[in-house]
């Protein structure tokens, strides 16, 4: 059974910074993706970075280029989401995801997705 737990949420105000932290158990060793996305209410999950799972290929969202980075440790079997310049539209739930098949890139589609963890809350203040 995929267990996918977040952590690291918070209420920093505009300009600082978080680290986000996903702890994935009974998912090692598959050729697929992991993933951090984003939901406010009222709106579609979006994807924010992606990665595949041998730590190679990463992809960002364009909003969050430059801010962002996403990286897997697989020691650890933890993916992380570093996230500074912080702005209040980067607000939302902060949700991990994991696919254990690779389809040539790791998506930013949330239907792609398997594994789902159940979020943590980000909210930045101006």
């Known amino acids: 059974q995929v267990l996918l737990v977040e952590s690291g949420g918070g209420s920093p105000q505009a300009g600082g910074s978080l680290r986000l932290s996903c702890a994935a158990s009974?998912?090692?060793?598959?050729?697929?993706?992991m993933g951090w996305f984003r939901q406010v209410l009222g709106k579609e999950r979006e994807g924010v970075a992606s990665?595949?799972?041998?730590?190679?290929?990463?992809y960002l969202a364009d909003s969050v280029k430059g801010r962002f980075a996403i990286a897997l440790d697989k020691a650890k079997n933890t993916l992380y989401l570093q996230m500074n310049s912080l702005r209040p539209e980067d607000t939302g739930m902060y949700y991990c995801a994991a696919v254990p098949r690779w389809r040539g890139w790791c998506s930013f589609s949330a239907s792609d997705y398997n594994y789902w963890g159940q979020g943590t809350q980000v909210t930045v203040s101006s």
């Open positions: 009974g998912y090692t060793d598959s050729a697929g993706c």
């Open positions: 990665i595949n799972n041998g730590g190679t290929l990463i």
